[in-house]
């Protein structure tokens, strides 16, 4: 019989959320009306509250304004909000084979012409030669700073000392890095987050951090609370990109989220959470017919850990899992394309485990036996 239920899932969305942020949302819907719009009691602390959280984010950041934290439903539509809004069909980008479905369909969308960074067998980028992609009309440089399948981690330095050599725009995609992976936002131009991952927000929160002068257009236009006989959106930060009433329920349980993790510390949560990805590593490095992807070597990178085990498809691994041991995972591509076509699991995809803060050792051990088991076709 399956054993209790196990969550290795969280690049998706983390699960469970502490408990605090479920009672932040709750109290939101029972107290609170909308941000900047009225100076009565429930619109007040529903103002002060969607502060405190852009305060929050902007601490986390390592941003010294919090109006350069705008809220939005999350990483998807920042993205999609930086890149058309700052670019054109006509202007050249460079970018990684790791980057996410959220970054690549706006920019195949967009039409304009495009240059990967490649990566080796492991899913590490290849740095070397990235001068050669140059060209005249090169605008922005786009990263995803944590993958989402192999959890290697980008070189920020690197990319943020390249971009201000040549006079690029330095986009980061944080929606897997922030909260588990420092993150400074001096270093990019525009660093993208979502806040219902490592966050530990609810989903539909998340957003973009704008901390220099790029002219990013907002994608949508509508009411700020301000400056309401303007034709144009203003173009002050946050109002730029905070058309319409924000979320200001999920926003209250994204400020529970970060206070958690503040309380917790970044520093803390990292050394778990790595604990957890190097013993499930360890136990799993020596099974037959496995093989694992991604650089476990790296001293900063995502909790997580991919895995193609032979004589299943990433689907049925996963199902495996779930029916006979009652543990999460993800399997299939993980909307991350050219990084499984880098790694040749175009056809297989893999089943990822990403692990949280609040797992135990005691669950990693079960996934570790859970996969032995399967492995030796000794399924209890």
């Not at 107290?31 to 619109?43: L, Q, S, T």
């Not at 199902?319 to 006979?324: K, R, S």
């Not at 399997?331 to 175009?346: F, K």
């Amino acid at each position: 019989m399956p054993g209790p239920f196990i969550y290795f899932d969280n690049s998706t969305t983390s699960f469970p959320k502490p408990p605090q942020v479920a009672e932040a949302v709750y109290h939101a819907i029972r107290e609170m009306g909308a941000p900047n719009r009225g100076v009565y009691p429930i619109a007040m602390e529903a103002s002060r509250t969607v502060y405190r959280a852009r305060e929050a984010v902007s601490n986390l950041f390592h941003v010294k304004n919090a109006s350069a934290a705008a809220f939005m439903s999350g990483a998807t539509e920042a993205l999609n909000t930086v890149i058309c809004g700052l670019l054109t069909e006509k202007d050249h980008v460079i970018t990684t084979v790791a980057e996410h479905n959220a970054v690549l369909r706006p920019l195949y969308r967009l039409g304009c012409p495009l240059s990967f960074i490649p990566c080796d067998g492991e899913g590490r980028l290849i740095l070397e030669g990235a001068e050669r992609l140059l060209r005249p009309q090169t605008k922005a440089v786009i990263v995803n700073h944590v993958s989402n399948v192999t959890g290697n981690a980008a070189d920020i330095a690197f990319f943020s000392k390249f971009c201000k050599d040549n006079g690029l725009y330095f986009i980061l995609d944080a929606a897997q890095s922030a909260g588990n992976v420092p993150v400074d936002a001096s270093l990019a131009d525009a660093v993208c987050f979502t806040g219902h991952k490592s966050l530990f927000g609810p989903q539909g929160t998340g957003g973009v951090i704008l901390s220099g002068g790029a002219p990013v257009r907002p994608l949508k236009v509508g009411g700020t609370g301000h400056h309401s006989f303007d034709r144009e959106q203003p173009w002050d930060m946050p109002d730029r990109f905070e058309a319409g009433i924000q979320n200001c329920h999920g926003i209250a349980g994204l400020l529970a989220g970060i206070t958690f993790i503040e309380r917790e510390t970044l520093t803390k949560i990292r050394e778990k959470e790595l604990m957890l990805t190097r013993r499930f590593v360890s136990g799993v490095s020596e099974l037959k017919n496995m093989k694992l992807y991604g650089d476990f070597s790296q001293p900063e990178r995502g909790a997580v850990a991919a895995v193609l085990m032979e004589g299943y498809s990433s689907e049925e691994l996963s199902q495996a899992l779930a029916v006979n041991y009652n543990i999460a995972t993800r399997p299939g591509i993980h909307c991350a394309p050219l990084m499984h076509e880098a790694l040749h699991t175009r056809k297989s995809g893999l089943t990822r485990f990403s692990f949280s803060y609040l797992n135990t050792a005691e669950e990693i051990d079960c996934a570790v036996k859970a996969l032995s088991e399967l492995s030796s076709g000794n399924i209890l």
